[in-house]
């Protein structure tokens, strides 16, 4: 019988597909306590369960490739270190060995107890973590569980398949995407989280919240996924299926139509310029980059490098890393973001600081950089020596005062006189950009703009901060909306700072290559986008559409607005 359930679209698009149904959190539980002869069997079951659980990541982490190294990789580290925290494991043994609990009640009360211990926190950053414990426990429940059943599903799919989970961790989408996986229904989590961020960058379509969906779907059912309704059909009749393959011929020829906007020009329908740049951090980037008509690329991530190796990358390696991509980018401008490491990206190298009591508000980005000047000072050098094969700018991440861009400034310039004494080859001047992402760093902009020649405005931090709600908890979507008043406010108020002070504002943040807020942010006044090079057509091609003139003149009407629902009421009325 067909029954409709509806979520909140993630990333849009539609798919057709037998249901695969993963449901690691609702695995039966033996609860028997176990027999002491029993004791010794069921410990070497959970560690050849916890090693596989590793070695799951690790293959993961092998098969990652191109843009998707940032946004996984820092997950499968993350999920690594908790299995192999000494507190989670002496614990799980502690339970078997002396609670007499069978493998998967251990891991099952653990997961709870630690659950409780994260949803206590007062941080709401370290209270979404509470996903990755999840996400680890119930993988080590899965490996556990393969050990005896054959017919015990794997986290896999097959082509044709749809995913019916209740999250779905960064990695094993990744994975799952290059298995052939058409599309992914969730009965939880938020269109801002880093899945549904990779989801839209993979064109996979992604429905969140939608709550019956474990307890209604089956596998194998026929799945209709309409992430543009925001809803999945379970058996679509003959009409959905017609309205399925309506929607691919126009999906087939709307790929045809902006695919003639790769070497179009960006401009308003009143004929005003705008920039459009490339979020990137591997070859696989630029080349999409180049391919899709970008100006430059507004963002490249440096910290991939560090990510995955477990050394430090040497100054040749850098050096190598940033001239191709300076090469790839065959003159364009190029700007490099310096090591932003901290919070959940944490290095193998050991620069991040283990055990921080609020690492989200701890010591990343810059505040990193400069605790190991001597480690900074290798990148400087690699960036210095990049820079003469074209145009580079290089951005700071996380500041917060103009101190830290003068400490930066400074090693600059000392890297540059060690680098003329060794006769190396340097570019005659080096932007400098300050990041924005710390409210304190937006409110004090023009302090900052005293000591930088650029701004980048990284949203998906910023809003984070300034609303004190974390992007992937779902429980607070209706607080982390980059329409709320405060933000948008905010916005502006760097923009217009930047533009009083005659230096070029970008937006390098989730929001700059999502067409729901390209208009939003025409009417604060930007100029300048960056985005993952899959948006930019789609980006194009709505900027493309609207008037400039019209959007700006409407700006304060959108500013005096008291909650984000008034905001995107008048936004939807001023674009119609």
């Known amino acids: 019988m067909r029954q409709i359930l509806t979520g909140t679209t993630a990333a849009k698009g539609m798919a057709l597909g037998r249901a695969r149904l993963v449901q690691p959190s609702r695995y039966l539980v033996d609860t028997r306590p176990l027999n002491e002869d029993e004791v010794d069997v069921e410990l070497a079951r959970l560690h050849r369960a916890l090693e596989t659980a590793r070695q799951e990541l690790r293959e993961l982490r092998g098969k990652l490739h191109g843009a998707l190294a940032r946004e996984v990789n820092e997950f499968i580290d993350a999920h690594s270190l908790l299995l192999d925290d000494p507190e989670l494991l002496r614990g799980l043994d502690d339970l078997v060995r002396i609670g007499h609990y069978r493998p998967g009640a251990a891991l099952k009360k653990q997961r709870d107890r630690l659950a409780a211990v994260f949803e206590a926190m007062d941080d709401p950053y370290l209270r979404s973590r509470k996903e990755d414990v999840d996400q680890v426990i119930n993988r080590v429940i899965s490996a556990l569980q393969r050990q005896t059943s054959r017919e015990e599903r794997k986290l896999a799919a097959r082509v044709g398949e749809i995913l019916i989970a209740d999250t779905i961790a960064p990695a094993d989408m990744a ?11 969730a009965s939880s989590g938020s269109p801002y989280s880093h899945s549904a961020i990779l989801a839209r960058s993979l064109d996979l379509p992604m429905l969140v919240g939608a709550r019956d969906a474990l307890s209604t779907i089956h596998d194998d059912d026929l799945i209709l996924l309409d992430a543009e309704r925001g809803e999945a059909v379970v058996h679509p009749t003959a009409q959905d299926l017609a309205r399925y393959r309506s929607w691919q011929r126009e999906a087939a020829q709307e790929g045809r139509r902006l695919a003639t906007l790769a070497n179009a020009p960006t401009r308003t329908s009143d004929g005003v310029d705008i920039r459009l740049l490339a979020n ?34 040497t100054e040749d390696e850098q050096f190598n890393a940033y001239r191709d991509l300076v090469l790839g980018m065959g003159g364009l401008p190029v700007t490099i973001r310096t090591l932003d490491l901290g919070a959940d990206k944490a290095d193998a190298a050991g620069l991040v600081l283990r055990g921080e009591d609020n690492p989200a508000l701890g010591v990343r980005g810059v505040r990193l950089s400069l605790r190991y000047p001597a480690v900074f000072t290798t990148q400087i050098r690699a960036i210095l020596r990049a820079a003469c094969y074209g145009p580079v700018r290089v951005l700071v991440p996380m500041v917060t005062q103009p101190d830290e861009l003068i400490a930066v400034r400074t090693l600059f310039k000392l890297a540059r006189q060690e680098l003329k004494r060794e006769n190396v080859d340097l570019p005659e001047k080096l932007a400098l950009g300050a990041m924005i992402e710390v409210p304190a760093a937006a409110i004090n902009v023009r302090a900052l703009l005293e000591h930088a020649d650029f701004l980048a405005i990284g949203t998906n931090d910023l809003a984070q901060y300034v609303l004190a709600a974390d992007r992937g908890n779902d429980a607070l979507d209706n607080i982390y909306n980059p329409l709320q008043p405060a933000l948008l406010r905010l916005l502006a108020y760097v923009i217009t700072e930047g533009r009083r002070a005659k230096k070029p504002v970008s937006l390098c943040g989730e929001i700059g290559g999502d067409t729901n807020f390209t208009a939003l942010l025409l009417a604060l006044g930007l100029c300048e986008f960056s985005m993952h090079p899959s948006q930019l057509l789609h980006v194009r091609d709505r900027l493309n559409a609207l008037d400039h003139g019209v959007l700006r003149a409407q700006a304060p009407r959108i500013l005096r607005s008291r909650t984000h629902e008034e905001a995107e009421a008048l936004l939807a009325a001023i674009t119609g």
């Open 280 to 313: 990137a951090e591997m070859p696989a980037d630029i080349a999409m980059a180049r391919l899709r008509g970008a100006d430059g690329v507004g963002l490249y991530r440096t910290e991939f490098l560090f990510l995955r190796q477990k050394g430090l990358p």
């Open 175 to 185: 994975h799952l995407a290059g298995a052939g996986l058409l599309g992914v229904v």
